[in-house]
């Protein structure tokens, strides 16, 4: 067998640093290269699922959307014959903002409905104003100021400049209590202003479940 035979190079100071220094460099280029591939081969493996995921995706939304359209329309006339059964009984008209139906088993259930976004008219700004300078004046010892600070924050409004409704339902209560005439006119024309927007319309479904509790039908990707 040969023997391998050993090289010793001399170098000066000065070259075993430069040396050392063209090592480094190499090393932060390997480095560097591997970094930039793993980072294309993170972006290929993103596009390659995404590109797989989606079309499923769009098809169970497009699912989810006609299954929605068809409960709507199937339960159009239902919905028609009890609000007639409604005037009938009550003589006035339903104001639902839900219909929930239930089997006659009662093992399964379904509720149409719609969201709804808290609105008030421009009265509500003289409600307001009737509230806050009832409120101002009593702002004289520590435990009226506390009060005056708990109303004006019910009264605070949301980042898009309206009240919560269930605030004021909490300002109702504080106005009743106090007995005060001028503060509960000052919330009823609060009230009186409230004009919800509609929102989305939405699907619930629910089934028995074995202890007798009903159990939601997940019908979205945050409930599943």
């Not at 079309?55 to 169970?60: D, R």
């Not at 005056?148 to 409704?165: E, F, N, P, Q």
Request: negative net charge.
């Amino acid at each position: 067998m040969e023997e391998k035979k050993t090289v010793s190079v001399e170098m000066t100071e000065e070259q075993r640093k430069q040396f050392e220094a063209f090592q480094a460099a190499e090393a932060r280029k390997r480095a560097e290269e591997k970094a930039r591939q793993m980072r294309q081969d993170y972006t290929d493996m993103v596009d390659k699922e995404i590109a797989a995921l989606m079309p499923e995706l769009v098809k169970v939304s497009g699912d989810i959307a006609a299954a929605k359209k068809k409960a709507y329309e199937n339960f159009k006339a239902i919905i028609e014959l009890k609000e007639e059964i409604f005037r009938l009984r009550r003589n006035e008209d339903l104001d639902v903002k839900s219909h929930t139906f239930t089997t006659s088993k009662g093992d399964m259930r379904i509720t149409l409905g719609a969201y709804q976004i808290d609105n008030y008219l421009d009265t509500c700004e003289e409600g307001i104003a009737i509230v806050k300078e009832y409120i101002s004046s009593l702002a004289k010892d520590a435990e009226s100021q506390a009060l005056v600070a708990m109303v004006l924050k019910l009264l605070a409004k949301d980042a898009k400049g309206t009240l919560k409704a269930s605030r004021i339902i909490q300002l109702r209560r504080l106005a009743d209590e106090s007995g005060n005439e001028r503060f509960i006119e000052g919330v009823k024309i609060i009230e009186e202003s409230y004009a919800p927007v509609p929102s989305k319309t939405y699907v619930k479904a629910e089934v028995k479940g074995e202890n007798g509790s009903w159990v939601n039908v997940p019908l979205g990707m945050t409930e599943s």
